[in-house]
């Protein structure tokens, strides 16, 4: 190992550099504490470049790597770069997170270089500080599974802790210490959870330690005393941080170094590298946090409720600004930069028209299955310069119907949005550009996908395989909006049981008289889509676990109402108990085929010929 300090020659790129190309001298300086980093870092001597991708590790890999410096492992070297203050006052730096929340504070705040000051910029090694950043000074508060994002109690925040007294219970996760992400509530219910952070305010690794678990009542425990020493010396006397420090100012060859060290890890997206330099080129906006206030704008605002990434925010503005979509560092010229800046306020206001259709249309985080549907929507409100008035007026409510017909069979369909995307949208767009002006060319934009095997067409196989959707599948509600596309789904509806599943236990369809052998039969068939439709949200309510026809009899004043809704939704002969369920189910489901069939395009012909 050479001596700290001392100047090693490295050429970047590899193998040796061309004519026009140079090497960078790189210096090899004296290790680190993981709390002597971290102190730097809280003075702000250390920064991000804007070239640096947001904060993308987990929980559980900042867990892990906290693991690893309890048993001694090396976590990779870092690379840093002397910014001089004259290089300094030329980009855009950011500050390190410590306190992640996923949907209030999922970046860093922007930093402020003094005047005629430089600064420290971290190249490689962002995700690993930041994670010890949050493990020993702040937290960590992501989404609950199956939360909605604007529930209150949605993102809990939690630190890390460190359970001084046993092991990890799960051993396929490969940790030696058990060490998780818990509320302060939660681990206050026991002292053997012992706050990460707080091993810095230990006086020291000897009698510091024992007061801390006397005070606890577990200094007994010999393994508890080891825990909490491996915790103190592998961030306050273990030195395991070694960098080399870039000196160059040229950043061309900074951003070829970075571009080639963040190839591991958790991959650098080249949409983080698109928007990085976006930053560092526009010249009146700040694309960082542009991107990031639309981002939160689309998912939380005026009702609405997704999740839409920046990767589907960028891809849009290069299709709006008539760039190559594709996330290829060649795109990513000054000039490219410049029109994608140019075209961002129409881009704004096209994706968030676009996001309000979605949301009349009916979706939401959980069941807009593909979220790239939203950038052809986006370019042709764009094109036809669609205002406020294009989303609620009459005038335009067949355009409407059109495209949100189009959306939803592109959902149904099996692989339009997956593979091959770029090329998708590329085709798209031709198809937009070239007749857009007297509506959506639902013809246009279909031929153009069959080009490249993505047709909309249907056979009577998918259609068989529709009809075996699942409550709350990924394309049950997009189904269900397609047979029966006279709900304003703009209003809250529900994918609702026709028969209550609630009624569908072992015990309350044998005390209805099922026969014993085909109670299974039964809740086979309850959470199949010939048992389910879209009811709004205070009717869904309202009926709770009645059965449909006594339901049906209470929620309609006459028999024409009545009537008139059971065959709009494929009611007709609703049995007034659960004894005859299995037959309503499969007349039910031939009748939903049959509309299957016509509102998809699948001739009664070609049913024939299958059969």
């Known amino acids: 190992m050479a001596p700290a300090g001392e100047t090693i020659s490295v050429l970047w790129p590899h193998p040796p550099p061309a004519e026009n190309e140079s090497s960078i001298a790189l210096s090899f300086q004296t290790p680190l504490s993981i709390e002597e980093m971290l102190t730097a870092i809280h003075k702000h001597e250390y920064l991000m470049p804007a070239i640096q991708r947001e904060f993308v590790w987990d929980a559980g890999q900042i867990t892990r790597i906290v693991d690893s410096l309890m048993r001694g492992y090396p976590i990779g070297s870092f690379l840093l770069w002397k910014v001089e203050p004259e290089t300094a006052q030329s980009y855009t730096f950011y500050e390190f997170l410590t306190n992640y929340h996923e949907r209030d504070n999922p970046y860093a705040g922007k ?34 599974k ?16 460190l359970n001084l007294t046993e092991d990890p219970e799960n051993e396929e996760l490969g940790l030696k210490y058990d060490l998780r992400f818990l509320t302060d509530t939660d681990a206050a219910a026991n002292p053997k959870w012992f706050r990460v952070g707080e091993v810095l305010d230990l006086a020291n690794s000897g009698p510091a330690i024992m007061k801390e678990l006397e005070r606890r009542g577990i200094a007994g425990s010999g393994d508890a005393f080891q825990r909490l020493y491996d915790l103190f010396w ?13 000196t160059d100012q040229d950043a061309d060859k900074v951003l070829e170094i970075f571009v080639r060290v963040n190839s591991g890890g958790t991959q650098l997206s080249y949409s983080d590298l698109l928007l990085s330099m976006a930053t560092n080129q526009w010249r009146e906006l700040d694309a960082r946090e542009e ?7 689309l998912n939380g605002n005026a009702g609405r409720q997704f999740s839409f990434s920046k990767d589907v925010v960028l891809k849009t503005a290069l299709t709006i600004a008539d760039v190559d979509v594709r996330f290829k560092v060649t795109n990513f010229t000054q000039a490219n930069m410049a029109r994608v800046e140019a075209a961002w306020p129409e881009v704004k206001n096209a994706l968030l028209r676009a996001a309000t259709l979605l949301q009349q249309f009916g979706y939401n985080e959980r069941n807009l299955t593909a979220a790239s549907v939203i950038v052809p929507i986006a370019h042709y409100l764009h ?10 007026s009459s005038a335009h409510a067949a355009d409407r119907l059109a495209l949100q017909h189009w959306v939803t069979r592109s959902l149904i369909k099996r692989g339009i949005w997956g593979s091959g995307l770029d090329t ?3 085709r798209i767009r031709d198809a937009l550009r070239a007749d857009s002006a007297s509506g959506f060319p639902v013809g246009a934009v279909e031929a153009a996908m069959t080009a490249v095997g993505k047709g909309l067409t249907f056979d009577t196989a998918e259609i068989d395989e529709l009809l075996n959707l699942k409550y709350g599948g990924r394309r049950t509600f997009s189904v269900l909006s397609v047979l029966y596309p006279g709900l304003d789904l703009s209003k809250q509806f529900h994918e609702d049981h026709v028969f209550p599943k609630s009624r569908f236990t072992p015990k309350k369809l044998a005390t209805a008289g099922v026969p014993p052998d085909r109670i299974e039969e039964f809740r086979a068939a309850v959470n199949l889509l010939p048992n389910l439709q879209l009811l709004a949200g205070t009717a869904n309510i309202e009926k709770q676990d009645t059965l449909p026809a006594d339901w049906i009899a209470s929620a309609f004043p006459s028999e024409e109402k009545r009537t008139t809704y059971a065959v709009e939704n494929d009611l007709e002969g609703l049995p007034l108990d659960l004894t005859d369920f299995l037959e309503f189910y499969e007349a039910r489901k031939h009748k939903i085929r049959d509309r299957l069939m016509k509102a998809l395009g699948v001739s009664p012909e070609a049913d024939m010929a299958s059969g």
């Not at 592998?234 to 420090?245: H, V």
């Open 146 to 161: 199956y939360a909605w994002w604007n529930h209150p109690d949605a993102f809990p925040v939690k630190r890390l802790y």
């Open 234 to 246: 592998a961030t306050r006397e273990l030195k395991p941080m070694n960098y080399f420090l870039v």
């Open 111 to 144: 930093a402020t270089v003094p005047a005629g000051g430089g600064t420290t910029a971290v190249l490689d090694g962002q995700q690993r500080l930041t994670s010890l950043n949050i493990a020993l000074y702040g937290s960590f508060a992501e989404k609950r």
């Open 383 to 392: 094109l036809r310069g669609a205002g406020d008035a294009y989303m609620d």
């Open 424 to 426: 998708l949208l590329t």
């Open 291 to 297: 991107v990031r206030a639309l981002v939160s704008d």
